[in-house]
């Protein structure tokens, strides 16, 4: 069946029952039977995986039956590497969530339009992989398939958050006045890291740390339906209905 067409009928306490429209395939069968395998979700770091935990719950609480999110330990040049084995097991229930700085400039083109020669692949996995750096990660690729599968996989299974890193993709200016209990003076506005504007911010309210704000800000930014909103919980579902 569809996506659509999918009905969870879940009875409550009181024997009444709750008709349920958003659940995924994967989510509606897990309460007649666990899959087999749980969807695993790969990010940078703590705060990534927080985001994307906090917009899987929001999306559909129970998602957070069946998606497992880690943290790479070593950042995106272990993603990076590890994806040369990944692409060869043809893995399906596998993503990556990069921050949204190494989004490639251009789109990884269809299987049709990729080149055949092992330069090019792989001037094109370098363009993919580079990120804000000058150059891409060094990977272990010796044939043109493989190049050819590792390009699949970052096409197919890499996603991007819809900002440069979890903080600012989470960021709002009165938000944060409002939990630090003051207007924010150009000394943290003016601080081009978004990590360091929440620490920053944090120094000005005694007894609140960055990472309580941050958390806050997560939980509004889920809900105040801007288009950042929508994307992160866009990404959220393309996770849960894979």
């Not at 806050?216 to 919980?233: F, I």
């Amino acid at each position: 069946l569809p996506q659509q067409a999918v009905r969870v009928l879940e009875a409550s306490a009181t024997g009444r029952v709750r008709i349920a429209t958003s659940y995924s395939v994967r989510e509606a069968l897990y309460g007649i039977a666990p899959p087999e395998g749980m969807i695993t979700a790969a990010v940078e770091d703590e705060r990534a995986k927080h985001l994307l935990l906090s917009a899987l719950e929001v999306s559909e609480p129970a998602a957070l039956k069946l998606v497992r999110v880690t943290v790479r330990e070593g950042g995106t040049s272990a993603i990076f590497g590890d994806i040369v084995a990944y692409s060869d097991d043809a893995e399906t229930n596998l993503f990556i969530v990069l921050d949204g700085d190494h989004r490639p400039k251009s789109p990884i083109p269809s299987d049709g339009s990729l080149p055949q020669g092992l330069r090019e692949l792989k001037d094109l996995i370098s363009e993919a992989t580079r990120g804000p750096n000058s150059s891409g990660p060094s990977l272990r690729i010796s044939n043109a398939e493989k190049a050819t599968r590792y390009l699949q996989f970052l096409r197919d299974r890499v996603m991007y958050l819809p900002g440069e890193t979890p903080e600012s993709v989470v960021w709002n200016e009165a938000k944060v006045s409002e939990i630090v209990d003051r207007v924010l003076p150009a000394a943290v506005l003016e601080k081009k890291d978004y990590k360091e504007r929440l620490r920053a911010a944090a120094d000005l309210a005694p007894g609140i740390d960055d990472e309580t704000i941050y958390k806050q800000l997560v939980a509004h930014r889920l809900r105040d339906g801007t288009d950042t909103c929508s994307q992160l919980l866009a990404l959220a579902s393309r996770i849960r209905n894979s």
